[in-house]
């Protein structure tokens, strides 16, 4: 029954039984974390063998290059294979470089500011820069686009992407609006899947400046762990169908397909924009890594042995979420104090709580040992003008852990809300 129905009597009641229970939680002295969005040690396991790949017996001669010296600034030719694959798009548009997309992201952002795009002006000139910020999103882009002096325009997101109105409307007469981050699949945090509509929508953006751009990082583009995964639409190809072939920047990584930090990360985006980023980076390296791009083209050998991988991602992480789908159904559902995305990939599930401060909720289950993402740290500057969301990252811990933790965040969410009601 919802809260908001109970009897003063009741709700008295329930909050005494849910007092207790964070007494007996508190007297576990828990230390957990469900704040890591990164893989498990038994994910990290899968990957061993990449190790392997590559030793001093193998032969290291590609591309009729030797991947031990230097040379080949854009990547070794399966590599951008195997990424054109991942992305639904061809080999010619890509740029397969170093160990993280945050930094070719960081990369293309600083040549944009310093050099600009097609004749426009640097982005570091503009002075009212803004970027938009679809929300809840990922702290890390707006983090970044902070840092290089953007204005950070929240924009509504809906249950299949943006709310394109919206972005439409912003772009439309302010020339100083220069860039959207997107996630289109599995987004962090909600988990949602863009729609077709909503890609071809920003294929056909008209906006004012010229040198607009879409920052599409698709993170998690085979992160289904349901086994029904479903391919969204190609950007590039549409953007370039509506005579937009440089408006977007597409990013990801095997980050969390092999390993966080040692894996292989790729731009893939439009022939002038590659030509003019490969034309940037020369100066900041003589090329990537191709020794670790050797390891994974060995391991993998094509997209069929990346997928095999995710399916045993997938078996892991599925249980997980479901750890925490059980406990969030039978504690909360009825309540009407809290509501949750249901995902069916990447890393992430959105939690709001409408019944109590999601500020109050996490620094109550940080009293008692369990840590959860900051709140507000989905939002631009870290300010969630609702203070409701709560970003869940169960894939590190385990399934124990989960249960505990989330367990915790339901006894807490219902504590606070009955306080609350009781306060009225
Ligand atoms: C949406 C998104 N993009 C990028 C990253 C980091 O990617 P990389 O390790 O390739 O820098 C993450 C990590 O959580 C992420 O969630």
Wanted: with cysteine; charged share 25%; glycine share 8%.
């Amino acid at each position: 029954m919802k809260y908001s129905e109970l009897s003063k009597e009741d709700l008295l009641k329930e909050f005494k039984n849910q007092e207790h229970k964070l007494a007996e939680f508190k007297a576990e002295n828990l230390k957990l974390d469900l704040s890591r969005g990164k893989p498990s040690e038994e994910q990290l396991k899968l990957s061993l063998g990449l190790l392997d790949a590559v030793n001093s017996k193998s032969n290291t001669k590609y591309d009729n290059i030797n991947c031990l010296n230097y040379g080949g600034l854009d990547g070794l030719s399966q590599m951008k294979q195997i990424f054109a694959d991942m992305l639904n798009t061809s080999a010619d548009n890509i740029f397969a470089g170093g160990n993280s997309s945050l930094t070719i992201m960081f990369m293309v952002l600083n040549n944009l500011l310093i050099n600009g795009t097609h004749g426009c002006k640097p982005w570091g000139e503009v002075k009212d820069r803004k970027f938009l910020c679809p929300v809840p999103g990922y702290d890390r882009h707006f983090q970044m686009t902070e840092h290089f002096g953007f204005k950070l325009i929240p924009v509504k997101m809906n249950s299949d992407g943006p709310d394109m109105d919206e972005i439409e409307e912003l772009i439309k007469n302010d020339e100083s609006v220069k860039g959207v981050w997107c996630v289109p699949k599995y987004q962090n945090p909600t988990g949602i899947i863009f729609s077709d509509e909503v890609v071809e929508r920003f294929s056909k953006l008209k906006p004012k400046a010229k040198d607009f751009r879409i920052f599409w990082d698709n993170a998690y583009c085979l992160h289904n762990f349901n086994g029904n995964d479903k391919d969204i639409p190609d950007i590039i190809s549409l953007c370039k169908e509506n005579g937009n072939e440089d408006m977007v920047y597409e990013f990801c990584s095997t980050s969390k397909i092999t390993f966080p930090g040692a894996g292989v990360a790729a731009l893939a985006t439009g022939k002038n924009n590659l030509q003019e980023f490969k034309t940037y980076i020369k100066y900041a390296t003589i090329g990537p890594d191709k020794i670790n791009q050797l390891r994974h083209i060995n391991y993998f050998k094509d997209i069929n042995g990346v997928r095999a991988q995710m399916k045993k991602h997938a078996a892991i992480l599925k249980e997980k979420f479901n750890a925490v789908y059980d406990i969030l159904n039978s504690e909360l559902k009825d309540c009407g104090i809290a509501d949750w995305t249901d995902v069916e990939g990447g890393y992430f599930i959105s939690f709001n709580v409408t019944g109590c401060s999601a500020k109050e909720l996490v620094g109550l289950c940080k009293d008692m040992g369990v840590v959860f993402t900051p709140a507000g740290a989905t939002y631009p500057y870290g300010i969630d003008p609702t203070d409701s969301n709560i970003r869940l990252a169960p894939s590190f811990a385990t399934k124990e852990d989960i249960k505990t933790s989330v367990s915790l965040l339901c006894a807490a969410a219902k504590y606070l809300s009955l306080k609350k009601l009781l306060n009225k």
